[in-house]
């Protein structure tokens, strides 16, 4: 003859606050497992990005639209072509620190290959080819 265990009902009451106190607590304590506002590139730089001497940043509106590239969810690439002292440094900089800030993870940002830099029918091409082939 086996014996079987009876059936044991587990009644699971809901969480009562009794106080206002407990009720500010648990809000808070939601509050810490929402998702975290995620601004533009181009507003993290206004608030927070500084340049050498200290002073706050303020993009040009084409700095503005390259950075907010970096941060645009449909965007899986970003591949620039563009001219010396627009700041793009200063873009990656900030774009670096807007990921620590909001969403730390793994990034590759990978630079143009040497190859890229050499232009075979120039003279200053063959400079560089024997620069870079010393490497």
């Given at each position: 003859m086996t014996k079987t265990p009876?059936?044991?009902?587990?009644?699971?009451?809901?969480?009562?606050?009794?106080?206002?106190?407990?009720?500010v607590v648990a809000q808070h304590w939601l509050a810490a497992f929402a998702p975290k506002m995620r601004p533009k590139l181009s507003q993290f730089m206004?608030?927070?990005a500084r340049s050498d001497d200290g002073a706050k940043i303020r993009p040009f509106p084409?700095?503005?639209?390259?950075?907010?590239?970096?941060?645009?969810p449909e965007t899986s690439?970003?591949?620039v072509r563009k001219s010396?002292?627009?700041?793009?440094?200063?873009?990656?900089?900030s774009f670096v620190?807007?990921?620590?800030?909001?969403?730390?993870?793994?990034?590759?940002?990978?630079?143009?290959?040497?190859?890229?830099?050499?232009n075979n029918n120039s003279t200053l091409g063959s400079l560089r080819r024997a620069i870079f082939s010393s490497l």
């Open positions: 009876p059936e044991t009902t587990t009644k699971i009451e809901a969480l009562r606050i009794t106080s206002v106190d407990g009720a206004c608030d927070h084409f700095q503005s639209d390259m950075a907010d590239a970096f941060t645009d690439q970003v591949s010396s002292r627009i700041g793009y440094s200063t873009i990656l900089q620190a807007w990921r620590i800030a909001y969403d730390p993870a793994r990034k590759l940002i990978n630079p143009p290959k040497r190859t890229n830099y050499i």
